[in-house]
């Protein structure tokens, strides 16, 4: 298992026109300046679904009132547990100019290119369209 420590918590958030929440990276090591779901860090003693639900507030300012978790992808090093929530509400708006080069809406079927390419394959294989 690995250390709560190293657990992340990404969140796919959809709204009613079936596209996904993406920020652009900027100011990273990984995956700069690609498009990414929103999440972080989990803190230690902190269950993951609760991770993200923060992360999606700090990151966004929206708040989620329910999410489902959908796989979680262990490695050697890191583990991270994807959830994805189409009950939220607020208005996204960039709450971390620092890290977040901006905030966009994407169809769940027609990812852009510079999306980080675990997310497509997530979206391919556990996100069920509806």
Not at 64 to 92: A, C, M, N
Request: hydrophobic letters at 35%.
């Amino acid at each position: 298992m690995v250390p709560e420590s190293k657990l992340g918590a990404i969140v796919f958030v959809i709204n009613t026109s079936n596209q996904v929440l993406l920020n652009l990276r900027i100011n990273t090591w990984y995956e700069p300046n690609k498009l990414a779901l929103i999440g972080g860090n989990v803190d230690i003693g902190e269950p993951p679904e609760e991770t993200a639900k923060r992360e999606v507030f700090e990151e966004t300012g929206i708040t989620i009132k329910t999410i489902r978790h959908l796989v979680t992808i262990p490695s050697d090093t890191y583990e991270v547990h994807y959830f994805i929530t189409r009950d939220w509400h607020g208005e996204p708006t960039n709450k971390e100019p620092h890290r977040c080069g901006g905030l966009s809406w994407h169809d769940l079927n027609n990812l852009p290119e510079d999306t980080i390419d675990e997310i497509k394959e997530i979206v391919k294989t556990h996100v069920t369209f509806r």
